[in-house]
């Protein structure tokens, strides 16, 4: 775990290793409080269906290897007033010239705009930080005002790209 101290304006924050349990958590909170496409890739139609439930498992279930792991990326619950909140992730990208990882998050819409989002993303970049990792990169839809803001207010440069995203850089 590794708790964000709360200040007046934000929020405690904590990231959680996915377990089994904490996996539960999350697929719960998606199914109830977040759209499909905002969690998992479009698999067998519309909707939360059977495959997308089950890549939502696996995938969490090989990023708990971490970082050093084989796929090279971890996942981490966000949790805030004592239940999971979204998750966030790092990944390791194998291609780049200096040591770099992609960072991703999703809420929960009853979480989002509360500055959960800020804590949890200055949290994985500390991970990021402390795995070596010398910058972080993100990327999201043009039109995705609040990632926008998240990205900046983080410290990323952002660049929009000919495909309609955004694509976000900021060294450690």
Not at 101 to 124: D, N, P
């Amino acid at each position: 775990m590794c708790p964000m101290p709360e200040s007046p304006h934000s929020p405690a924050v904590t990231l959680v290793d996915v377990d089994e349990l904490v996996l539960e958590q999350l697929l719960s909170l998606a199914h109830r409080d977040a759209s499909p496409g905002e969690v998992a890739p479009p698999l067998g139609g519309p909707g939360w269906n059977p495959e997308r439930t089950a890549w939502f498992r696996n995938y969490h279930r090989e990023a708990a290897a971490g970082l050093d792991g084989q796929a090279g990326e971890k996942s981490w619950a966000v949790f805030s007033a004592g239940g999971a909140a979204g998750s966030v992730r790092l990944k390791r990208v194998a291609s780049a010239e200096v040591p770099t990882a992609e960072t991703g998050i999703w809420l929960g819409r009853s979480y989002r705009s509360r500055g959960i989002g800020s804590a949890a993303l200055k949290l994985v970049l500390e991970h990021a930080r402390r795995a070596g990792v010398s910058r972080v990169t993100a990327r999201t839809l043009a039109g995705n005002l609040a990632a926008r803001q998240l990205l900046a207010s983080a410290g990323c440069r952002l660049t929009p790209g000919d495909d309609g995203t955004v694509l976000a850089v900021v060294d450690l």
